[in-house]
């Protein structure tokens, strides 16, 4: 059984930073690609970052230089740091996993339909 678990959310003001983590158990972990989405009230869910197991990475536009996504194999644990936060970036966070590799050139690292597992999600409230 895959089991996904965000922690890390919270409120902080314009500017803050957070860290979340994506603990993952029963997964295969190093083969696949994981990603972040995001989904605040009345949209749709959005691709945030992903990694794969080489290591390489992509950002939605909206996040570049103020999000960094990285993984720790070791410990089976993705992280998003986030900073320079926005009130925009107020929604709950997501940790998906099993998108097949590849998923950072081809695309699917944005899309919620290529991710098998996903996670409860963490909210994250950023004031003005």
């Known amino acids: 059984l895959v089991q996904l678990v965000e922690s890390g959310g919270g409120s902080v003001q314009t500017g803050g930073s957070l860290r979340l983590s994506c603990a993952a158990s029963?997964?295969?972990?190093?083969?696949?690609?994981m990603g972040w989405f995001r989904q605040a009230p009345g949209k749709e869910r959005e691709g945030v970052a992903a990694?794969?197991?080489?290591?390489?990475?992509s950002y939605a536009d909206s996040v570049k230089g103020r999000f960094t996504v990285s993984r720790d194999d070791a410990k089976n644990t993705m992280f998003l740091q986030m900073n320079s936060l926005k009130p925009e970036d107020t929604a709950m966070y997501y940790c998906?996993?099993?998108?097949?590799?590849?998923?950072?050139?081809?695309?699917?690292?944005?899309?919620?339909?290529?991710?098998?597992?996903w996670g409860p999600g963490t909210q994250v409230t950023v004031s003005s």
């Open positions: 998906a996993a099993d998108a097949p590799l590849g998923c950072i050139y081809n695309g699917d690292w944005s899309r919620p339909a290529a991710f098998g597992y």
């Open positions: 990694i794969d197991s080489d290591g390489d990475t």
């Open positions: 029963g997964h295969r972990y190093g083969s696949y690609c």
